[in-house]
């Protein structure tokens, strides 16, 4: 099992609407969550930290379901300007503060 | 915040050469720096990590004989890919460790390498 999963997309909705997004992680005794967003030939930019039950910060909301080891990421009324890819990242378990990342999910929204 | 320059953005190579990839953080200063490698539609993977003035560390199955690092000073890291070839053609991005204690990364803009 990879350690990070998620659903490669994409997610094509239209402007306004609400879309979710999981991410899966293999380790059970990882503590920090992140949420990236990445545009095309960019580099990945910090959207949202996850360190307890969830998140919110505006339209996005990140929850964390430790049981069944899953992270989601919920974006309200969504803008032209959400496309991006948004990457799912844990952190290693080595006390090195390196991360690890998901491949992503494709997110385009349409006017 | 802190800022993290690369150059080139992009550089197009021949086969067999080789390709240095600069990583500078311009208002702070790294004592440690990550090399990471993206091909389209995969995630980031982390290749090595720099160390000022140590020889840097690299993950497992990447050839540190191929991609050399030099981390030179406080501010600047580099990247050689020797004997470039077209499976070398990516995305790779260096990032700076942020706050002390935390996950907080700064990233560079990324440098496109294409080997023909």
């Known amino acids: 099992r990879k350690e990070v999963e998620q659903d490669p997309g994409p997610f094509n909705v239209p402007e306004g609407a609400t879309v979710a997004f999981n991410c899966t992680y293999s380790n059970s005794a990882s503590q920090s969550f992140f949420w990236y967003r990445q545009d095309c030939r960019k580099e990945p930019k910090l959207l949202m930290s996850?360190?307890?039950s969830g998140n919110e910060d505006g339209r996005f909301t990140a929850q964390l379901n430790r049981a069944s080891q899953y992270i989601s990421l919920l974006i309200r009324d969504s803008k032209l300007s959400d496309s991006a890819t948004y990457l799912c990242?844990?952190?290693?378990?080595?006390?090195?503060?390196?991360?690890?990342f998901g491949s992503g999910t494709r997110l385009l929204v349409r006017p | 915040g802190a800022v993290v320059s690369q150059h080139p953005s992009w550089v197009i190579c021949k086969s067999g050469t080789s390709v240095k990839i600069e990583c500078r953080s311009l208002d702070f200063q790294a004592t440690t720096m990550f090399w990471y490698r993206q091909f389209p539609k995969q995630s980031l993977m982390l290749m090595a990590t720099s160390n000022e003035g140590s020889k840097a560390t690299y993950e497992q199955g990447v050839e540190k004989d191929k991609f050399l690092i030099n981390h030179a000073s406080l501010t600047l890291s580099t990247l050689t890919v020797t004997s470039a070839h077209p499976e070398d053609s990516s995305f790779y991005i260096c990032?700076?460790?942020?706050?002390?204690?935390?996950?907080?990364?700064?990233f560079g803009p990324g440098t496109r390498l294409t080997v023909t």
């Open positions: 990242v844990v952190p290693r378990m080595d006390s090195s503060y390196k991360l690890i």
């Open positions: 996850v360190y307890s």
């Open positions: 990032s700076a460790p942020g706050t002390s204690g935390t996950y907080e990364q700064y």
